[in-house]
């Protein structure tokens, strides 16, 4: 099977309107943007997107929510992105809040198979309204479906045209829990190797959870929020 593709818009040709897509990344580490760009221009509409966070203001996922592609996020972090915000704020896009640790672990229960769990983790607060709460040894704990997706847009570091990934430091948060638990994981990498060139024991998404894999064309490292100490 030939999993590599020309590029994102060519990866990203058949994500319907209406789509369930997880995207990677941690604020900006990690992030699909060539992906993000591609589906902003291929323009399906009512989508419905898992990210821990929608960027900020300028930079990832602030693309579609700009052209109104969004109808609903689950995330768990607003902050750095106005758009989000005033989005939000007016009712515009449905939002999910999600405790960031309980998310990942939805993410990670649904690559799993694991269609619900209990944690404590949100037990008393708005977070469990609606949900069933149960007592296990004295302490309650609050149940969580699992998330499944029909696409998964990650970034990696390096993979090979078997779709074999490795990624760098903040950019496995999200990226290889996403690219287990949807039907279609399409993977957007820095460098694009030949089988053989990974090392094994480094790779940290197995070519089995990968259906298409393209290089990006120009890659970008953005800071979210740059911060320096003062020096002497």
Known sequence: ????????????????????????????????????????????????????????????????LKNHQVRKMISSYVGENQVFEQQMLAGE????????????????????????????????????EGKEVREFDGRRFVLERGLTGDFALVKAWKGDRLGNLVYRKTARNFNPMMAMAATTTIAEVEHLVEPGELDPDLVHTPAIFVQRIFQANAPSHFIERRTVRKRP
């Open 1 to 64: 099977m030939n999993k590599v593709f020309p590029d994102a818009r060519a990866a990203c040709a058949d994500i319907p309107s209406g789509a369930r897509l997880f995207v990677g990344g941690f604020g900006l580490c990690g992030v699909p943007e060539e992906c993000i760009f591609a589906l902003r221009d291929l323009g399906p509409r009512e989508l419905t997107i898992v990210s821990n966070n929608a960027g900020t203001t300028e930079h990832g996922l602030v693309h579609l």
């Open 93 to 128: 896009i449905e939002v999910e809040l999600t405790p960031q640790g309980t998310m990942s672990e939805r993410i990670r229960a649904g690559g799993a198979g694991i269609p619900a769990f209990f944690t404590a983790t949100g037990v008393g607060t708005m977070v469990a």
